[in-house]
């Protein structure tokens, strides 16, 4: 349940539970940051399918919500047509680091870190991150790594 909150709140890493541990009057106690990666480090593929579904479900009421205060979002254009349905956007960005830990390494920006490749919809939900390593370039890897992320976005339940 921390986690969950941990989430809701903003949070985007394990520390950031100091957070609700530091408003104890509000939250009570708080799992501590070896407690919770031992959480995470324990699920499984038939908790992690709950946990998809549960996004997901999650994901398509606050659509709904949208599009009932604030009206539907406009169709992505490509090539000044409209284009109908949900348009995965998959990109890469680059993650800089300041040590060679978790297999950070040179990337060909001449920075150091990770190459993630992202899937997300229009309206800015991120369904999948990849982690590549800081030297990934486009390359016919790189154009099979799209297609995985892609297939693995439309199929883990996210949308």
Do not use: N, Y
Not at 2 to 16: H, K, N, S, Y
Not at 26 to 54: N, Q, Y
Not at 86 to 97: E, K, M, P
Request: proline share 4%.
């Amino acid at each position: 349940m921390d986690l969950a909150v941990m989430l809701a709140d903003g949070g985007e890493a394990i520390a950031d539970l100091a957070v609700l541990r530091h408003q104890a009057a509000l939250f009570g106690p708080v799992a501590s940051d070896p407690t919770a990666w031992r959480l995470l480090a324990d699920l499984d593929e038939p908790m992690l399918a709950e946990l998809r579904a549960a996004r997901a479900a999650a994901r398509e009421v606050a659509w709904a919500q949208h599009t009932e205060t604030r009206g539907e979002l406009p169709a992505p254009t490509v090539a000044d047509q409209q284009v109908p349905g949900l348009v995965l956007d998959v990109d890469a960005s680059i993650v800089l680091c300041h040590s060679d830990k978790e297999s950070a390494t040179r990337t060909w920006k001449k920075t150091f870190g990770f190459h993630p490749l992202c899937a997300e919809t229009r309206r800015v939900t991120t369904l999948f991150r990849s982690r590549r390593h800081g030297q990934t370039q486009s390359s016919c890897q790189s154009a099979c790594q799209h297609c995985g992320v892609v297939r693995i976005a439309s199929t883990i339940g996210q949308i």
